[in-house]
């Protein structure tokens, strides 16, 4: 399916490695002039290397979108790299385990500001361009956490929330501009978090790692309805298609790319 991206700007944040990477990779294939953003200069200019190796068109750019400052530089650099961005992906974000007992305010205020407060910096520089010329898209890495939060991880499941929220508020905002803001929640999917965070379990119980039993136990024990662990591509797939002009009747969704993960219709 032509997805009509050809001609395209994208933005795709911490896109340096796991979703992100394959988000950025993804979207050249189909044509997409993609901004690769990190904040590690040599992993941005490998992913760039890699896109282009194969025919894309793409451009790194560094920068904490936690700062106010550096953001602008973010967003800067962007403009100037192809003279627009017309679909922005925000998929930075910091995913730390911090126990509600065992956190503080203080913490809680500090992941917010950088997996919610970036995107509100990025939004307000960048959609109004897209309002102007009457088309645009806007999309949230979102996550199944953000509808089923657990104990572990309750300050990031509360910030995948507000993404959720984001999305929701900002597609009602641009009704009728020809700018859409829709969110993709993953569920588990195989990067190179999850692999060090399986791995850790699996050698703490004493045992050998490999990821194949991993699957096998995750799998049964959380009984996943698609039976398997997602891959970066099944996001990155959704992320190409809500970019397009073919979803352009989709707008404030939340579409969960979680193998089933959620027990809701929702």
Request: net charge negative.
């Given at each position: 399916?032509?997805?009509?991206?050809?001609?395209?700007?994208?933005l795709?944040?911490?896109?340096?490695?796991?979703?992100?990477?394959?988000?950025?990779?993804?979207?050249?294939?189909?044509?997409?002039?993609?901004?690769v953003?990190?904040?590690?200069?040599?992993?941005?200019?490998?992913?760039?290397?890699?896109?282009?190796?194969?025919?894309?068109?793409?451009?790194?750019?560094?920068?904490?979108?936690?700062?106010?400052?550096?953001?602008?530089?973010?967003?800067?650099?962007?403009?100037?790299?192809?003279?627009?961005?017309?679909?922005?992906?925000?998929?930075?974000?910091?995913?730390?385990?911090?126990p509600?007992?065992q956190?503080?305010?203080?913490?809680w205020?500090?992941?917010?500001?950088a997996?919610?407060?970036?995107?509100?910096?990025?939004?307000?520089?960048?959609?109004?361009?897209?309002?102007?010329?009457?088309?645009?898209?806007?999309?949230?890495?979102?996550?199944?956490?953000?509808?089923?939060p657990?104990?572990?991880?309750?300050?990031?499941?509360?910030?995948?929330?507000a993404?959720?929220?984001?999305?929701?508020?900002l597609?009602?905002?641009?009704?009728?501009t020809?700018?859409?803001?829709?969110?993709?929640?993953?569920?588990?999917?195989?990067?190179?978090?999850?692999e060090a965070?399986?791995?850790?379990?699996?050698?703490?119980?004493?045992?050998?790692?490999?990821?194949?039993?991993?699957?096998?136990?995750?799998?049964?024990?959380?009984?996943?309805?698609?039976?398997?662990?997602?891959?970066?591509?099944?996001?990155?797939?959704?992320?190409?298609?809500?970019?397009?002009?073919?979803?352009?009747?989709?707008?404030g969704?939340?579409l969960?790319?979680?193998?089933?993960?959620?027990?809701?219709?929702?």
């Open positions: 399916m032509d997805l009509e991206l050809t001609g395209k700007r994208a795709v944040t911490g896109s340096t490695s796991g979703i992100g990477e394959q988000i950025a990779k993804t979207l050249s294939q189909e044509g997409v002039s993609v901004i953003h990190g904040r590690r200069a040599a992993e941005a200019e490998r992913v760039v290397r890699e896109i282009t190796s194969l025919g894309g068109n793409a451009l790194a750019v560094t920068g904490d979108l936690a700062n106010d400052a550096e953001t602008t530089g973010v967003v800067e650099a962007s403009l100037a790299a192809f003279g627009g961005v017309d679909i922005l992906v925000n998929n930075a974000g910091t995913f730390p385990m911090n509600w007992l956190s503080n305010a203080a913490e205020l500090e992941l917010y500001n997996n919610v407060g970036s995107v509100v910096r990025l939004v307000t520089q960048l959609v109004p361009a897209m309002v102007e010329r009457r088309w645009g898209r806007v999309i949230m890495l979102g996550s199944f956490l953000g509808v089923m657990g104990p572990p991880v309750a300050n990031y499941a509360t910030t995948k929330a993404n959720i929220a984001q999305a929701v508020s597609a009602k905002e641009l009704g009728g020809g700018v859409t803001a829709n969110t993709v929640s993953p569920g588990p999917i195989r990067t190179p978090g999850m965070g399986a791995r850790a379990m699996v050698t703490s119980m004493g045992q050998e790692y490999d990821f194949a039993a991993f699957e096998q136990f995750y799998v049964k024990e959380t009984r996943l309805p698609a039976g398997k662990i997602g891959s970066p591509v099944d996001i990155a797939n959704a992320v190409a298609f809500l970019a397009s002009p073919l979803a352009g009747f989709i707008t969704t939340n969960r790319v979680d193998g089933g993960m959620l027990p809701t219709t929702n």
